[in-house]
């Protein structure tokens, strides 16, 4: 089994969205946008995601569920996934990371992961 069958890009541009927060009750809304590709050479298909969200208090949600978006993309080799979602924490920084889960065309099961990134709104870090 050749591991480079099996590499799966994510790139991932996070936002703030003011209009979707309530900061006088201290919930800031982030929207983030993620470029799935798959680089490997086997059919790939992500099954589920894991989310680790952290806020400034370090208080800490798990989300764990089917697909994204509603969706779970087969990527050929050399395709792109695109989608759009949010989150919302308690306070203006925080932090997201996690995995993937797929399943290759051949039956070979791997996790990909999600390298941290900040929620951060603009102006709260001095």
Same mark, same amino acid.
């Given at each position: &089994?050749? #591991? $480079? %069958?099996?590499? =799966? *890009?994510? #790139? =991932?541009? $996070?936002? !703030?969205?003011?209009? #979707? %927060? *309530?900061?006088? @009750?201290?919930? !800031?809304?982030? $929207?983030?946008?993620v470029r799935i590709?798959?680089?490997? %050479?086997?059919? /790939?298909?992500? =099954? %589920?995601?894991?989310? =680790?969200?952290? *806020?400034?208090?370090?208080q800490v949600i798990e989300v764990n569920g089917?697909?994204?978006?509603?969706?779970?993309?087969?990527l050929q080799p050399g395709e792109t996934f695109e989608y759009t979602s949010g989150s919302r924490i308690h306070g203006?920084?925080?932090? &997201? @990371?996690? /995995? !993937?889960f797929f399943v290759a065309e051949d039956g070979h099961r791997f996790d990909v992961e999600i390298p941290q990134f900040a929620l951060c709104m603009p102006q709260a870090l001095h």
């Open positions: &089994m050749n #591991q $480079a %069958s099996y590499q =799966i *890009d994510v #790139q =991932i541009a $996070a936002q !703030y969205v003011p209009e #979707q %927060s *309530d900061t006088a @009750r201290n919930e !800031y809304a982030f $929207a983030y946008t590709t798959n680089r490997g %050479s086997v059919p /790939s298909q992500l =099954i %589920s995601r894991h989310w =680790i969200i952290e *806020d400034q208090q370090q089917l697909g994204v978006v509603g969706h779970q993309p087969l203006p920084v925080g932090t &997201m @990371r996690g /995995s !993937y």
